[in-house]
T-cell receptor
Framework: QKEVEQNSGPLSVPEGAIASLNCTYS??????FFWYRQYSGKSPELIMS????GDKEDGRFTAQLNKASQYVSLLIRDSQPSDSATYLC?????????FGTGTSLTVIP | DVKVTQSSRYLVKRTGEKVFLECVQD?????MFWYRQDPGLGLRLIYF???????EKGDIPEGYSVSREKKERFSLILESASTNQTSMYLC?????????????FGPGTRLLVL
């Protein structure tokens, strides 16, 4: 069983819409959760981190964590064409990081 | 700002060559990692290190070795490059677990083995 699972997509949304990305993880003792954005040919860059149950907002991004359901999500409001990328969900357990395979998002102008 | 640098952005090597990929971080991080990333397979951990001269195998260590002689530098070595090692190689670093620290990536090395 994979440690971190994401829907690979592709996910397409029109410009200005809300994009919703989901991730589930298998290890109940996981402590920290991260969303990275990766443009084609580039390395992942961190966009959100969350450690406690509930929502965390940063600009147009909202991360949601539900530890009981082992579920993490990322909402992107007012999606822009520049948001088109692959989004990686990552889970930290101790000193180990586990990554999903990523969800490809395309924002259509 | 954390900076992780990798010695090359693009590299072309021939089958059987010994290949060295270097990674340097400037934030005094104890933990360093090497991943490869392939379409549809995501990030796969090759080796990691929690301290100088310390190394641990990740999920796919076969055909690779590593060296960590200094805290800031973590090298990945392909002993005899093969075509199935054509990939994007990503180095990352982070401090030990303190609850709030993420992993920082270098720009990546795209390796083509002919």
């Amino acid at each position: 069983q994979k440690e971190v699972e994401q829907n690979s997509g592709p996910l397409s949304v029109p410009e200005g819409a809300i994009a919703s990305l989901n991730c589930t993880y298998s290890d109940r003792v996981s402590q920290s959760f991260f969303w990275y954005r990766q443009y084609s040919g580039k390395s992942p860059e961190l966009i959100m981190s969350i450690y406690s149950n509930g929502d965390k907002e940063d600009g147009r991004f909202t991360a949601q964590l539900n530890k009981a359901s082992q579920y993490v999500s990322l909402l992107i409001r007012d999606s822009q064409p520049s948001d088109s990328a692959t989004y990686l969900c990552a889970v930290r357990t101790g000193n180990q990081f586990y990554f999903g395979t990523g969800t490809s998002l395309t924002v259509i102008p | 700002d954390v900076k992780v640098t990798q010695s090359s952005r693009y590299l072309v090597k021939r089958t059987g060559e010994k290949v060295f990929l270097e990674c340097v971080q400037d934030m005094d991080h104890e933990n360093m990692f090497w991943y490869r990333q392939d379409p549809g397979l995501g990030l796969r951990l090759i080796y990691f290190s929690y301290d100088v001269k310390m190394k641990e195998k990740g999920d796919i260590p076969e055909g690779y070795s590593v060296s960590r002689e200094k805290k800031e530098r973590f090298s990945l070595i392909l002993e005899s490059a093969s075509t199935n090692q054509t990939s994007m190689y990503l180095c990352a670093s982070n401090p030990p677990y303190r609850g709030l620290q993420t992993q920082y990536f270098g720009p990546g090395t795209r390796l083509l083995v002919l």
